[in-house]
């Protein structure tokens, strides 16, 4: 789907036929997992609240296990399986670009980060019920975006702009129904996953914005020429076609590489 970068094991871990199955898939398989036991325990009526996280709990009965319980605590529901699919695709393309290690050091940072924090809030007097992995699995989309903000997802929209209007009506969603647990969760694993890529990949946290609306050039200048290769404008086109492909570019880059594609074939007809 996108070209991939080696920044460590990025391999698969096993392969189920020709599905290559990496540790998103492993962890989906578990969430789903842990979707089927919660419907059996609701349905029997066996005690499942006791794996939701509560800052009551965890502070007056010292109840640690949920702050990583509480994420597969999963009443059925047809918005997991958006939540599955955000895993799977988007966060295989994160293991396969930033390497296994990194991604879960991702995933465990967005699964520990809300309970930590609503714990220390508990002692300042607010108490907070949590369960599910929706925040946190919006987080792995998050950080796809953040690693690749002009790839195409839903329906030809680069994936910057989804993740911003998610975010936005996420947010919007958790004000009108006075959720303040919801918009927290949603805001610390939102921006610890923007945050946590800028930092993998070694960019600036706070990005530029003027790419997002760029400066045409005045139309007498040129692209500098090496001496022996192509204009240097061209690292930038092959660097966008090997991140979201060719279909990415515009009128004017796509006139751009068939020029330089022109110059190279004369110079090997002329050396």
Not at 262 to 270: A, C, G, P, Q, T
């Amino acid at each position: 789907m996108i070209a991939a970068r080696n920044f460590g094991n990025t391999s698969p871990l096993a392969r189920a036929g020709s599905f290559p199955v990496y540790a998103s898939t492993v962890l989906a398989g578990v969430h789903a997992l842990a979707m089927v036991a919660t419907a059996l325990a609701m349905a029997s009526g066996a005690e499942w609240r006791a794996f939701q996280f509560s800052s009551a709990a965890v502070c007056g009965h010292f109840a640690v296990w949920q702050f990583v319980t509480y994420a597969f605590v999963h009443p059925p529901g047809l918005l997991f399986l958006i939540e599955l699919y955000m895993l799977v695709v988007f966060g295989r393309e994160i293991e396969k670009f930033l390497g296994r290690r990194a991604f879960l050091a991702i995933y465990l940072t967005l699964l520990l980060l809300p309970p930590l924090a609503l714990t220390v809030a508990a002692f300042a007097g607010f108490s907070a019920i949590l369960s599910g992995s929706g925040a946190l699995h919006f987080g792995v989309f998050v950080a796809f975006a953040t690693l690749y903000p002009s790839a195409e997802v839903f329906f030809g929209i680069q994936a910057r702009w989804v993740a911003i209007c998610l975010v936005a009506v996420s947010a919007l969603q958790s004000l009108a129904c006075s959720d303040v647990t919801g918009l927290t969760v949603l805001a610390l694993d939102c921006g610890a996953a923007f945050l946590l890529v800028r930092q993998m990949c070694g960019r600036k946290v706070f990005p530029d914005l003027r790419p997002l609306f760029p400066a045409r050039p005045p139309p007498r200048l040129r692209a500098l020429k090496r001496p022996d290769g192509p204009p240097a404008s061209m690292d930038a086109l092959l660097e966008k076609i090997s991140r979201t492909g060719i279909r990415s570019l515009s009128a004017g880059e796509r006139a751009r590489l068939d020029q330089a594609r022109e110059e190279l074939l004369e110079k090997d007809r002329n050396p």
